[in-house]
């Protein structure tokens, strides 16, 4: 059985790749051609593109150039980390909770799973489907407030609003504190709070602006942009971590 | 036959290629990514499943014996976007595959490029 994790890893590894081919339309600068966004839609398949003119591959395992800025807390639980996406590393010599175990993978560490993911909008919430292992969040729009006193869950729980024609705002609380901001094993508390605010730049173009806080892990809020292109040709695929990831017998001899 | 080729060169400009912003930061234990290996056998089973896509053929070599290798491509959903399925290869299909080899087993590889039955490059990527 090799390393399957080390194969896993060099999926993302290879997607990152793609961008440095010109011909790569994830890669092209947003064209002034696309049409302009629709007003309070965003329904379809995204998929994740580098940023116009660049090839970030930080944006592979973690969110900016330099490290957060953590509490003492959170700079103890961050050493316990053993991240799977640092190097060398197999099953024995990682404790990512999403390789080893298979956990939800949580918000915003859901965004660098190499896959994209599809809007649905209905009245009174917006599905967010991530074809990675059937990952749902339900967007309620329904007017509610962010709940004061939420249960704690995997992906939390989130409520949206529109900001103008073209930009929704998502708050969302509640997180267990299992979860990893991101691959490198960067903690957050269950008083995180997370901001996504999607901005249809065009048509084919997303940019999504998330800023963490978190009091206890956070000394101050971690923010980023990530960038996406409209697939109106992708369906969503079934990708099921347990299973498919965890079950090694197809990968023996 | 052997046609195990040790293409230092290819390997080279495949690590410019990636360095740095790839795979400088991820997981590369089981693989030696430094070197390209080339092999061309013959498809004895073919698995369209996920994680990743494998397959299996059997390779002679220069004393004239069969190895059994194995191989890995990227994930099914991927590839059904650059236009595959699970009739794209079949047991008895030429193929000539180049990757990466296991660090642990000498006929296990990450593949890199592929090439199909009738001649043709297949797309690895879904863009």
């Not at chain 1, 249809?200 to 998330?210: A, G, N, Q, S, Y």
């Not at chain 2, 410019?16 to 004895?44: E, Q």
């Not at chain 2, 014996?65 to 959903?77: C, K, S």
Request: hydrophobic share 35%; net charge negative.
């Amino acid at each position: 059985m090799l390393g399957i994790f080390a194969a896993l890893s060099l999926t993302g590894a290879l997607f990152a790749q793609t961008p440095a081919q010109p011909a790569n339309p994830a890669t092209a600068p947003a064209k002034a051609a696309s049409a302009p966004a629709p007003a309070h839609d965003l329904t379809g398949v995204w998929m994740m593109r580098n940023p116009p003119g660049s090839n970030r591959g930080f944006t592979n395992y973690t969110f900016t150039k330099d490290p957060p800025e953590l509490t003492p807390w959170a700079e103890a639980k961050f050493k316990e980390a053993k991240a799977s996406n640092g190097g060398q590393f197999t099953l024995k010599t990682t404790n990512d909770p999403v390789l080893t175990k298979c956990d939800p993978p949580g918000v915003p560490r859901v965004y660098f799973h190499p896959y994209p993911f599809e809007f649905v909008h209905t009245p009174k919430y917006t599905l967010m489907l991530y074809e990675y292992d059937h990952t749902v969040r339900r967007i309620y729009t329904d007017g509610r407030p962010i709940p004061k006193d939420p249960d704690l869950l995997w992906m939390g729980t989130s409520v949206g609003h529109w900001d103008g024609d073209t930009t929704l705002v998502v708050d969302t609380v509640g997180f267990n504190d299992k979860t990893w901001l991101d691959r490198l094993g960067h903690p957050h508390s269950d008083q995180l709070h997370v901001t996504e605010r999607f901005r249809r730049v065009d048509k084919d173009h997303l940019e999504l602006d998330i800023t963490m806080e978190d009091p206890k892990a956070l000394a101050k809020p971690w923010t980023t942009t990530f960038y996406y292109q409209l697939r109106p040709n992708w369906e969503l695929g079934e990708i099921s971590c347990s299973g498919d990831y965890l079950d090694f017998s197809n990968f023996e001899k | 036959m052997k046609t195990k080729i040790l293409a230092l060169i290819l390997g080279i400009v495949a690590v410019l290629v990636v360095s740095g912003t790839t795979f400088a930061h991820h997981g590369t234990a089981a693989y030696d990514t430094k070197n390209i290996v080339t092999v061309k056998g013959t498809m004895t089973d073919f698995r369209f499943i996920n994680p990743h896509v494998q397959l299996f053929f059997d390779v002679k070599n220069d004393k004239g014996e069969v190895e059994n290798w194995q191989a890995e491509l990227t994930a099914p959903n991927k590839l059904a976007r650059a236009g595959w399925d699970k009739h794209t290869l079949k047991a008895g299909d030429s193929i000539t595959a180049s990757g990466y080899v296991s660090k642990g087993d000498a006929h296990t590889m990450w593949i890199n490029k592929l090439i199909g039955p009738d001649g043709e490059a297949l797309h690895l990527f879904e863009e």
